[in-house]
């Protein structure tokens, strides 16, 4: 027997970034819950082959491919959405990138730019395209994808970090201003989880061996442990819970 907690059934799920990796997961996730789910990200044929595989499982899906970069592909995102699915319920807004690896200091503007455009103008594009009509229904959570590299300092990956420490605050700030209208916004900050984004880190033994050292569950994340994550901030099990970054990463920010 399904919990009642968990149950998502009647309710339509948008999941940027979410033809693969953490996306996909969650998506998948959300469906087996019982959602509906829009699958989005800017390649088309990886849209299609998520929304294969997610619909073989019995899901209602849709994939909508969408450049969140701009904001005509936006609007037209959440038309399509509305127009197949009806109103938003759930919005996940995981789409991000990373072109930049190494110091600050020689970070490019054009990376600085794609970045901040990516991983943080679009995803303020997209809630305040979506979250007022949550607002009017007094209903909605709303999910964005920060990152363990956001709550402490890095070496490498620094623009990256400073976009995803914003989002954790943009959270709390859409949870402040909309909590009166019942809509919900929290952040996911993941660990280190196996996925394709992550290889230059997994795929690097120099650079994994001593992050599992300093992870108490000795372990690389599983897209489904971040998946989890989002069912039970999308679902009753979470409802009251808001403005909160939740934190999966197997213990590591608290590791000694």
């Known amino acids: 027997m399904t919990s009642a907690l968990f149950d998502l059934t ?4 948008l999941v ?16 087996r819950a019982g959602a509906r789910v829009v699958i989005s990200s800017n390649e088309p044929a ?8 997610i619909a073989d499982e019995g899901v209602d899906v849709l994939s909508i491919p969408c450049d969140v970069g701009v904001d005509a592909e936006l609007d037209r995102l959440v038309a399509e959405t509305e127009a197949g699915f009806g109103p938003i319920d759930i919005l996940v807004c995981n789409a991000g990138i990373n072109p930049h690896f190494g110091s600050l200091t020689e970070a490019t503007d054009d990376e600085y730019d794609a970045i901040m455009r990516i991983n943080l103008r679009s995803v303020v594009q997209l809630c305040n395209r979506v979250i007022p009509g949550m607002a009017k229904r007094k209903d909605g959570a709303v999910i964005l994808t920060s990152s363990l590299s956001g709550l402490r300092g890095n070496g490498k ?21 909309f909590g009166p209208d019942n809509v919900r916004v929290n952040a996911i900050s993941p660990g280190l989880i196996d996925t394709e984004f992550s290889k230059p880190m997994t795929g690097n033994p120099d650079i994994l061996a001593p992050r599992i050292l300093k992870t108490p569950l000795r372990r690389v994340g599983k897209p489904e442990d971040i998946a989890g994550a989002a069912v039970y901030l999308a679902s009753p099990a979470g409802a009251f819970v808001t403005g909160h970054n939740l934190v999966v990463d197997g213990g590591t920010v608290i590791g000694d």
């Open 46 to 53: 990886g849209c299609e082959a998520a929304r294969r595989e």
């Open 10 to 13: 009647g309710k339509t799920a």
């Open 16 to 31: 940027t970034g979410s033809h693969r990796g953490l996306g996909f997961a969650m998506a998948r996730e959300l469906g």
């Open 157 to 177: 990956i620094g623009v990256y970090a400073l976009s995803k420490a914003a989002i954790a605050q943009l959270a709390r700030n859409y949870a402040v201003e």
